[in-house]
Structures are given as structure tokens and as C-alpha cells.
């Protein structure tokens, strides 16, 4: 957690969730929208508190990766920018750090349409598609004794392949967070 956001609390709104009981796998569905918005919660809802490791997030994301394995490697170096390195996993685990989104909005980005256009030699797959998701980060955790949460707005965009390439969305890539596509 960057310190800056660690330091507030927030009083109001948003509890976390009774429990993360529903870990599952991505929703398999050839709806971007959907698979969007699945995707965002396998990001941002996790429990250090739980038996369920690291690992576990990071496995139930890459298994709806695009299976050409064409953009996995950049997808695993995404998905080291959205989640805790294991050395912080342990340390959030003291804390019993819980995190979630509360999304706000999901859109195929305005640009989107014109990097369709600009693919004039179609290395884009049939499908492939972006959707702009928005939200509340929310974390939960016990802080010098006391319970704590942090609220912060992020942004970020999904990159997918759904039909007709695919019978249901796999995951191209990420956005850095809070640097989405416009």
C-alpha cells in the first residue's frame, strides 16, 4: 500500500464484504461487459486473513488469459503491478488487510473505436475489445490496534478477446492503474 493512502482512514461507507466465501474462478461468459467487471473483482477483492494465498488470486486471473499465450508474459508483469508482491502479502497479513472494488462505471473507451481503424494489417483479433473500468478501492485492516480503511478511486482499463475468436473473453492485458486507455 502506498503510504500516502495507508495514512487516511475513512469513516464512512463501504464495509467489507461478510467474506470472500465467493472465491471462484473469473465468470466465463463472452459478455465484455461481464467479463470486465468479473475481471475487476478478481483484481481488487482479495483477504489476507483467509487460507486462500497469493498464488491462488494470481491463478484464478491467469486462467482466463488469452490461451495463445501471445500476451501472457505482459499480462503476468500487469497483474505484479495490481497485486501485493509476496513479501507484502506477508506483511498485509499482519495487518489482516482486506481489500475490494465497489465498481462505479464500466465503458469501452472513447479511443477505442480509432486504435480499431488504426489496425489496417488486423493483428487485432475478431472480438478483441477494451472496457474502461472505475470504482472505489477499498481496504480494511487493523492499524495500531485499531480497525482502519483506506478508500481510493482507481481506473483502469480490461483488454479482451471474446467472439467470435473465442467462445467466451480471455484476458490480453491491463492498463497501468489509473493510466487507462482514454
Same mark, same amino acid.
Given at each position: $500500500?502506498?503510504?500516502? /493512502? %495507508? $495514512?487516511?482512514?475513512? !469513516? &464512512?461507507?463501504?464495509?467489507?464484504?461478510?467474506?470472500?466465501? /465467493?472465491?471462484?474462478? @473469473?465468470? #466465463?461468459?463472452?459478455?465484455?461487459? %461481464?467479463? $470486465?467487471?468479473?475481471?475487476? &473483482?478478481?483484481?481488487?477483492?482479495?483477504?489476507?486473513?483467509?487460507?486462500?494465498?497469493? !498464488?491462488?488470486?494470481? &491463478?484464478? @486471473?491467469? %486462467?482466463?488469459?488469452?490461451?495463445? &499465450?501471445?500476451? /501472457?508474459?505482459?499480462?503476468?508483469?500487469?497483474?505484479?503491478?495490481?497485486?501485493?508482491?509476496? !513479501?507484502?502479502?506477508?506483511?498485509?497479513?499482519?495487518?489482516?488487510?482486506?481489500?475490494?472494488?465497489?465498481?462505479? /462505471?464500466?465503458?469501452?473507451?472513447?479511443?477505442?473505436?480509432?486504435?480499431?481503424?488504426?489496425?489496417?494489417?488486423?493483428?487485432? $483479433?475478431?472480438?478483441? *475489445?477494451?472496457?474502461?473500468?472505475?470504482?472505489?478501492?477499498?481496504?480494511?485492516?487493523?492499524?495500531?490496534?485499531?480497525?482502519?480503511?483506506?478508500?481510493?478511486?482507481?481506473?483502469?482499463?480490461?483488454?479482451? *478477446?471474446?467472439?467470435?475468436?473465442?467462445?467466451?473473453? #480471455?484476458?490480453?492485458?491491463?492498463?497501468?492503474?489509473?493510466?487507462?486507455?482514454?
Amino acid at each position: $500500500a502506498d503510504r500516502a /493512502s %495507508a $495514512a487516511r482512514t475513512d !469513516a &464512512g461507507g463501504g464495509s467489507p464484504p461478510e467474506t470472500f466465501s /465467493s472465491f471462484g474462478p @473469473i465468470e #466465463k461468459t463472452d459478455n465484455p461487459e %461481464a467479463f $470486465a467487471v468479473s475481471v475487476a &473483482g478478481a483484481l481488487f477483492d482479495w483477504d489476507t486473513s483467509t487460507a486462500i494465498s497469493l !498464488a491462488d488470486y494470481t &491463478g484464478r @486471473i491467469l %486462467a482466463v488469459a488469452d490461451p495463445s &499465450g501471445e500476451e /501472457s508474459p505482459g499480462l503476468v508483469t500487469d497483474l505484479a503491478t495490481y497485486l501485493p508482491s509476496a !513479501a507484502s502479502w506477508a506483511d498485509l497479513r499482519s495487518y489482516r488487510v482486506r481489500q475490494w472494488i465497489d465498481v462505479t /462505471s464500466y465503458a469501452v473507451p472513447d479511443s477505442w473505436d480509432e486504435t480499431r481503424a488504426d489496425d489496417a494489417s488486423r493483428e487485432l $483479433a475478431a472480438g478483441t *475489445t477494451a472496457y474502461t473500468v472505475s470504482g472505489l478501492r477499498r481496504r480494511s485492516g487493523i492499524w495500531q490496534g485499531e480497525q482502519a480503511q483506506t478508500v481510493d478511486r482507481v481506473t483502469f482499463t480490461v483488454f479482451m *478477446t471474446c467472439r467470435p475468436t473465442y467462445d467466451e473473453c #480471455k484476458l490480453l492485458r491491463l492498463s497501468q492503474l489509473n493510466h487507462p486507455l482514454p
